[in-house]
């Protein structure tokens, strides 16, 4: 099994910056990666973007990718959300994932994922 804790979620002005992060425990040793998605009231989950442990290879919603950056820390098995420019369409409950390392990897399929914490809400004001 393995446990996510996000953290960093919170209210900002549109236009500011927060920065989300996500440590992992339990059997992570085996997962491809942790990835970002985040849900709406009303909408379904999306993703946000996603790193790979081993190379730290990047994967983004193009809507986020000038403005959003996803970055790792092996040693603290922490994987960190920076957002800028955040406006209020970027409001949301944002969740961390990671997979079970079984198979090719799918970044982007939220169904790929095993591992969910328990989301952190991001509310940017106008």
């Known amino acids: 099994q393995v446990q996510l804790v996000e953290s960093g979620g919170g209210l900002v002005q549109a236009g500011g910056s927060l920065r989300l992060s996500c440590t992992a425990s339990g059997h992570t040793f085996s997962s491809y990666g942790v990835g970002w998605f985040r849900q709406a009231p009303g909408t379904e989950r999306e993703f946000v973007a996603a790193?790979?442990?081993?190379?730290?290879?990047?994967y983004y919603k193009d809507s986020v990718k000038h403005r959003f950056t996803i970055s790792r820390d092996n040693a603290k098995s922490t994987v960190y959300l920076q957002m800028n420019s955040l406006n209020s369409g970027d409001t949301a409950v944002y969740y961390c994932?990671?997979?079970?390392?079984?198979?090719?990897?799918?970044?982007?399929?939220?169904?790929?994922?095993?591992?969910w914490g328990q989301g952190t809400q991001v509310t940017v004001s106008s």
């Open positions: 790193i790979r442990w081993s190379d730290g290879s990047t």
């Open positions: 994932a990671t997979d079970r390392g079984m198979g090719a990897p799918k970044w982007y399929d939220r169904e790929w994922y095993a591992f």
